[in-house]
């Protein structure tokens, strides 16, 4: 499955942003879908995970209470409301996909897609 993440962008603390990540090639709605993230200088970290049928998720400690995982399986669409921003959230954002719920949380998942910068202002 091929993945292109977008609607990143510059943002003062406080504001919000959506992002979306589109999904083409295979069955989108088999798919457990999440976001990661990769700070300058530090390691990529888990983000939030959506099951296949929406009816699970998973945060990190970091975004519970702000940031809000969706998917519109008849769009092939992930979602990810970012409300509250705060400048360590700063990142690239990226959109993986994995058969296994599991596995994807943990960061290998099978299919990654490309970044999209979020930059927080203070």
């Known amino acids: 499955v091929q993945l292109q993440a977008s609607g990143g962008g510059l943002v003062q603390a406080g504001g919000s942003l959506r992002l979306s990540c589109t999904a083409s090639?295979?069955?989108?709605?088999?798919?457990?879908m999440g976001w990661f993230r990769q700070a300058p200088g530090k390691e990529r970290e888990f983000v939030a995970a959506i099951s296949w049928s929406g009816g699970r998720t998973s945060y990190a400690d970091s975004v519970k209470g702000r940031f809000t995982i969706s998917r519109d399986n008849a769009k092939n669409t992930l979602y990810l409301q970012m409300n509250s921003l705060k400048p360590e959230d700063t990142a690239l954002y990226y959109c993986?996909?994995?058969?296994?719920?599991?596995?994807?949380?943990?960061?290998?998942?099978?299919?990654w897609g490309q970044g999209t910068q979020v930059t927080v202002s203070s």
């Open positions: 090639g295979r069955t989108f709605s088999s798919f457990a």
């Open positions: 993986a996909a994995d058969a296994i719920f599991n596995r994807l949380v943990a960061g290998t998942g099978g299919y």
